[in-house]
């Protein structure tokens, strides 16, 4: 692992689907960073501050609610998919049936609280809210459930393509709308449930055609077992994750909200084009790994261009922050600034965090997010109630909490990779020759193999 070669040249038919599938996955997530980007500047720019808080609001609460109702339905899909007797037809059916019915669940839970959420001059979105829940949250939830059916299956490139289409049909809809002059709150959140369901139209054809089992009670059953087991852990990161928007929406105005929406996408969106992608492609892969010490030393050296990747990539873009954002989303956003620049700091604890997690859930581990995720709530409630408290209330507060509570849960993570799985931390987090030597023969490895295939 110290150099790269001994994992590059062990079973390279794999190693060369694996980077495939890796490559792959940066160029698609490469295509959303751009049309996030995209469509993200348009929306600001379009609707100004305040309004773009309106949208975030009333986006996110259906989002949560989709997040909370899949039930770990995708982990529990990649997991039964693993087993050398999986009936890969009868799982994925069974889960879109168990995926519906939790999705028609937690519409009903947001009818009942959408109106204490949109209160004062938020409760004219409140009917657009509820709609939202009715039909955006059980399309996102069985497309999920599709995804993850692919992703079980190594077919990225499927997986890939289809992913970038709610952010394209997203992007042609608010260009529609600029030119209709049709452009507003809900005009808006409309494009996004229409990106997402054509999408979703067209997942389920390439499905139909593959998956004609019935649903069978014992498979839902166990699907439903097996991601309780993950979903307590997924609860906790989406909190864990969400948790500064949450207080935001909870206490702040919407131009607040505008601001810190601007300052958290400028600040994602490029890292995680990359860095995501580790954890997607990594983690099917470890499932199906026999050898438990190869796979640890796969991880260890995916954690370790990760980290690389991060330390260069936020140091550039801390540079070019403070006159490009400015630039791209508008001066109404100048305050958006500092808080873009404590988020990019925030990213590195963030996606090592996450990726860890991510992929030790191909070993069938759990335990792990929910103890780190809590840790990571317990820590920004503490920072965030002093600090706001101490100090007034700043957004700026808020960006700094959730930086010190990914920061406990990475060290959780870390201390928990290293007693379990033997795995040095000094491999992955610190910066050194070998790591250079290490992404320099990746890149000369991929390019080699390109070359060999034009020529």
Known sequence: VEGGAPIENSRPRRVRRMRGAWLGTVAANGILLLGGMTTGILAARLLGPEERGLLAAVLFWPSILAELGRLGIGEAILWRSARPDANRPTIVVSALVLAGFTSVMMALVGAGLFPGLFRGERREVLGLAIALAALWLPIVNLNAALEAADRAAHRFTRVNLLRIGPNGFYLVGILGLWATASV??????WAVVGGTLVTFA??????????????????????????????????????????????????????????????????????????????????????????????????????????????????????????????????????AV????????????????????????????????????????????????ALLLLLGARTEWIAVSLFLSNSTGLIYCVYDLKTRHDVDPQLYLLPR??????????????????LRRAT
Do not use: K, N
């Open 202 to 335: 067209l997942r389920l054809a390439t499905a139909l055609r593959e998956f004609g089992a019935a649903p069978r009670w014992a498979e839902i059953r166990a699907l439903a077992r097996a991601g309780a087991r993950f979903h307590a852990g997924s609860v906790a990161a989406l909190v864990s994750s969400q948790i500064d928007r949450i207080v935001l929406l909870l206490a702040f105005p919407d131009v607040a909200v505008g601001h810190y929406v601007v300052a958290w996408t400028f600040a994602a969106s490029g890292l995680s084009a990359v860095t995501s992608a580790v954890s997607f492609v990594l983690t099917p892969y470890l499932s199906h790994e026999a050898d438990r010490e190869r796979a640890r030393a796969l991880l260890a050296l995916a954690l370790r261009r990760t980290a690389l990747f991060l330390y260069v990539g936020v140091a550039a873009s801390v540079l070019v922050t403070p006159w490009l954002l400015p630039l791209l989303f508008g001066e109404a956003f100048d305050d």
């Open 338 to 385: 500092p808080i873009a620049l404590l988020l990019l700091l925030t990213i590195v604890p963030l996606t090592l965090r996450q990726t860890i997690v991510r992929c030790l859930q191909g070993f069938g581990e759990a335990r792990i997010a929910v103890t780190s995720e809590l840790g990571a709530i317990v820590t920004f409630a503490a920072a965030a109630t």
């Open 433 to 450: 020759m070998s790591s250079l030597y290490d992404l320099f023969f990746t890149i000369t490895t991929i390019a080699t193999s390109y």
């Open 184 to 189: 507003s709150v809900a005009t808006l959140a």
